[in-house]
């Protein structure tokens, strides 16, 4: 049985999918308007690992993600630029899409993009202006939350705090300016403008992920993910807006995680404690790595980012990655150990349970490592024949290949520190043992151990 932390009811639910079988999930995408950077991936990864773990459930997932090509962020940089929105968004939305694939996260069935529907959206706010639950004001139309008795359900707010009749333009801003906000925004100098049948103008950032969860999954779907930042104003304007639309419940499942801190403070440029993915790439570490620390706090947690803690995630996943070479390497035959397939038995099934229960990683990672450290002790004693390898490796490959999908990829080695092993490589068969050992020296230096195996090969891996 899967129980998720359901941010709406503030509880631990048992999760059932609307139709049996398939899960409807729409994810907060990025704002092309910049590279994202760590604690966005944080999430992405978080949703990547929810999503992973019901198809490995066996249930089918339709995923959603949105790709928000107009707001006030992508407007004011296409500006600045003096290019196109089009223009300005595509080379984000291209980097987008690759640093998807270095993590490891599945794509989505569809990435709809905000500019491309505007008549979805122009819907929704005809159907709002016809109900009386949204108005115009000075050629922008504004959502009326007292006209929507739910308002603040979602972000636990106090609406008595409420100033009757203000309102706002912004897309963002905080709870306690809670205020009508803009469903349609009048036309500006400086800013696209759609001629649409509720006049012209753009629209506000909110009514895109109404208008495209909608379209692709259903008046009512089963879970809604982003970060809890987008919890108020984003998640509860996307509420008001479609259930005063469609009349009907908008979300059974609100999953949100947690913040990204670096070095205990919140992530800011001006602090220099900002990091994007290919940062942290740069400094030498794999996508794996960082994925194994971002998927190994659980999702609800404040992730403390450290580069200790990224040393101390590879050595974690070091451990994994060290049983997988070993296990490769076994060829000795022998009888089926049945310690072996009790001990598969008892982490598939941990690994299960710690996931079922609202995504605790913790727990699944522990059965894992029990796991590890009890086949390393079959193996030290010289009781694991090649079939039984065979097993732990195949288990290792399932929960691996479907879930956590971090721990036997292939590591990237710098060009320099591949040309090193080579060449040392080359002078061990010409036995030249001195160049051998300097070599050795210099990849240990550049952080790299190198270990020979019995069939005269090398392998590299990262301290
Ligand atoms: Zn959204």
């Known amino acids: 049985m899967i129980r998720f932390f359901n941010t709406l009811s503030g509880k631990v639910e048992p999760f059932e999918p609307i139709d049996p079988g398939v899960v409807k999930l729409y994810t907060c995408g990025p704002t092309v308007y910049d590279y994202p950077h760590i604690g966005n991936w944080r999430a992405y990864v978080f949703e990547d690992l929810l999503k992973r773990f019901l198809v490995f459930s066996g249930l089918r997932v339709t995923h959603v993600m949105n790709l928000t090509d107009v707001d006030d962020k992508t407007i004011k940089g296409a500006n600045a630029k003096g290019v196109s929105l089009e223009d300005y968004t595509r080379p984000f939305i291209e980097a987008f899409k690759a640093d998807l694939r270095t993590l490891d996260i599945l794509p989505a069935d569809h990435y709809p993009r905000a500019t491309e529907h505007i008549p979805e959206m122009v819907g929704i706010i005809k159907v709002l202006l016809g109900k009386g ?25 106090n609406l008595e705090d409420l100033r009757p009749g203000s309102r706002g333009d912004s897309d963002e801003y905080e709870k306690e300016s809670v205020h009508d906000f803009a469903l349609w925004k009048a036309p500006k100098e400086g800013e696209p403008v759609w001629e649409t049948e509720i006049g012209p103008g753009r629209p506000g950032w909110h009514i895109e992920c109404s208008a495209m969860s909608s379209k692709y999954l259903g008046r009512t779907f089963d879970i809604h993910c982003g970060g809890v930042d987008n919890i108020f104003p984003h998640h509860e304007n996307e509420i008001a807006q479609s259930e005063a639309a469609n009349g009907v419940k908008f979300v059974n499942f609100w999953l949100h995680c947690h913040h990204l801190v670096v070095d205990g403070e919140k992530m800011a440029k001006s602090k220099g404690n900002f990091y994007r993915l290919a ?16 998927l190994s706090t659980h999702y609800r947690k404040m992730l403390n980012f450290t580069y200790d803690a990224l040393l101390q995630a590879r050595a974690g996943r070091n451990r994994i990655r060290d049983l997988i070479f070993d296990l490769r390497k076994i060829d000795r035959s022998g009888q089926p150990n049945p310690e072996i397939a009790r001990l598969i038995g008892t982490a598939r099934a941990g690994f299960i349970a710690g996931l079922e229960d609202d995504l605790n990683v913790s727990e699944a990672m522990a059965a894992l490592f029990e796991f590890v450290r009890a086949v390393n002790i079959v193996i030290s004693r010289d009781e694991l024949g090649h079939q039984d390898a065979r097993r732990a490796l195949d288990f290792i490959d399932e929960i691996d290949g479907n879930v956590l999908a971090c721990l036997s990829g292939e590591m990237r080695v710098s060009g320099t520190a591949q040309a090193k092993a080579e060449a040392r490589a080359r002078a061990r068969v010409q036995r030249d043992f001195k160049l051998a050992d300097d070599l050795r020296k210099e990849l240990l230096d550049e952080g790299y151990v190198i270990e020979d195996t019995k069939d005269g090969g090398y392998r590299l891996k990262r301290v």
């Open 133 to 157: 639950v949204a108005y115009r004001k000075d050629g922008s139309i504004y959502f009326a939350i007292d006209k929507f008795p739910a308002y603040g359900r979602l972000a636990k707010i």
């Open 279 to 294: 940062d942290v790439l740069a400094e030498g570490y794999d996508p794996g790595e960082l994925r194994y620390l971002l």
